[in-house]
């Protein structure tokens, strides 16, 4: 009896864990009522109905001036092929991932300023001082620039569907100029 009792309590923990795993936000029912504590129902993702369906690509590029630039366009290399070995051995996912990350909280910081930035124009010091701002700029800041002539870089953040390029890249961030440090330059 005392078995029947453990199976039918999992059983129904169980089924309404997989009932919350598909539906946004919680029942009514147990939001209103409180019937059952919010930590005793797991809220996993691996059941994902709506999965992750954007890729996110950090692009930059070197300018003369502001608004005048040289070079290509270059990109932070953050999908690469899959093979076998990466389902057992896969040290970069943790970087892709960082940066993956990064990317929706300057996107979701970006959403959350006040509309006196333009988009495409620039950010405000607010969110450049964010540490994830600061990491992206470090690291695109650490390439040469592609000539001498380069003064400024700035990067874009913009998300695109799959690998085989069939939809245009749409920029959802895009940075302010920073000037290169003239150690940078006299290097070259």
Do not use: C
Request: hydrophobic share 45%; glycine share 4%.
């Amino acid at each position: 009896m005392a078995l029947l009792i453990i199976a039918a309590v999992f059983e129904t923990w169980l089924g309404l864990t997989i009932v919350f795993q598909f539906m946004r936000p919680s029942p009514r029912w147990i939001k209103h009522h409180k019937l059952i504590p919010k930590h005793v129902i797991p809220k996993w993702t691996f059941f994902a109905p709506s999965p992750g369906s954007v890729d996110y690509r950090i692009v930059f590029q070197d300018y003369r001036a502001e608004e005048e630039p040289v070079g290509n366009i270059r990109e932070i290399p953050l999908h690469v092929q899959r093979s076998i070995l990466h389902a057992i051995w896969n040290p970069d996912k943790r970087r892709r991932k960082a940066f993956f990350d990064i990317a929706q909280q300057l996107q979701q910081l970006q959403q959350m300023q006040p509309l006196q930035q333009d988009r495409i124009r620039g950010i405000g010091l607010g969110i450049q001082m964010t540490t994830p701002y600061l990491a992206i700029l470090n690291v695109i800041m650490e390439p040469k620039p592609t000539s001498s002539e380069a003064r400024y870089r700035r990067f874009l953040i913009v998300f695109t569907t799959g690998f085989d390029g069939a939809t245009v890249p749409q920029p959802v961030f895009a940075s302010n100029f920073h000037p290169f440090r003239t150690e940078a330059l006299a290097s070259d």
